[in-house]
């Protein structure tokens, strides 16, 4: 079982940052990724990390913008989001599980962090 909890998210100005955290206990050796949902449309994979933190998969829709990173002494991956635009808005949610964009292949999730980016 892994347990996850999102942090960091909020209210922020078109081309401000944030950075979110995923705080993980259990076993938290997955890969480890981060989606959003925002209202009325489907949940968005937006980046993935594997175990070690050495390989990462970002979609083409942040890169350039995103930065996922994780620590395992921490047991806490991050998202850096950089630039951000109103688009980004969205519910925000960390999941463990493969390193895909599939969020069916995640079996673990947590509990989302709002993230607002105001025009």
């Known amino acids: 079982q892994v347990q996850l909890v999102e942090s960091g998210g909020g209210l922020v100005q078109a081309g401000g940052s944030l950075r979110l955290s995923c705080q993980a206990s259990g076993r938290t050796k997955y890969a480890m990724g981060w989606f959003r949902q925002a209202p009325g449309k489907e949940r968005e994979f937006v980046a993935a990390?594997?175990?070690?933190?050495?390989?990462?998969y970002t979609s083409d829709s942040v890169k350039g913008r995103f930065t996922i990173s994780r620590d395992n002494a921490k047991n806490t991956m991050y998202l850096q989001m950089n630039s951000l635009k109103p688009e980004d808005t969205a519910t925000y949610y960390c999941a463990a599980g493969h390193l895909v964009s599939n969020p069916r292949l995640y079996p673990y999730w947590g509990q989302g962090t709002q993230v607002t980016v105001s025009s």
């Open positions: 990390i594997n175990g070690p933190g050495d390989s990462t």
